[in-house]
């Protein structure tokens, strides 16, 4: 599974950003995606996750201006940012989990797109 995100880039505080993740390859095993951010010097953290039985889950940093969507598919998704802050300044990660094997879940990582918020 290939994983690629676009939308990023500078966007003024207070206005709002759209990324996002295109899955491609062996779709079909995708059980969910998400979205994770890594700030510098910090560890990466999940932004939100939405599974193929369209349950979502939204990190705990980031509840309120963040909605996470995708097609029906699961094949691609989308995370929509309003009255974006200085904080949301990082890099954004798309996620994809597959099946379960014997050595644990398949994660797949995009390579990720920076958003960088000006005051």
């Known amino acids: 599974v290939r994983l690629v995100e676009s939308g990023g880039g500078l966007v003024q505080g207070g206005g709002s950003i759209r990324l996002s993740c295109k899955a491609s390859?062996?779709?079909?095993?995708?059980?969910?995606m998400g979205w994770y951010r890594q700030i510098p010097g910090k560890q990466r953290e999940l932004v939100a996750q939405?599974?193929?039985?369209?349950?979502?889950i939204y990190g705990d940093s980031v509840k309120g201006r963040y909605t996470i969507s995708s097609d029906n598919a699961l094949s691609t998704i989308y995370l929509q940012i309003d009255n974006v802050r200085a904080e949301d300044t990082a890099v954004y990660y798309c996620?994809?989990?597959?099946?379960?094997?014997?050595?644990?879940?398949?994660?797949?990582w995009g390579r990720g797109t920076q958003v960088t918020v000006s005051s």
């Open positions: 996620n994809a989990h597959g099946p379960t094997t014997t050595t644990g879940v398949i994660s797949y």
């Open positions: 939405i599974t193929n039985w369209d349950e979502i």
């Open positions: 390859g062996a779709t079909s095993s995708i059980r969910d």
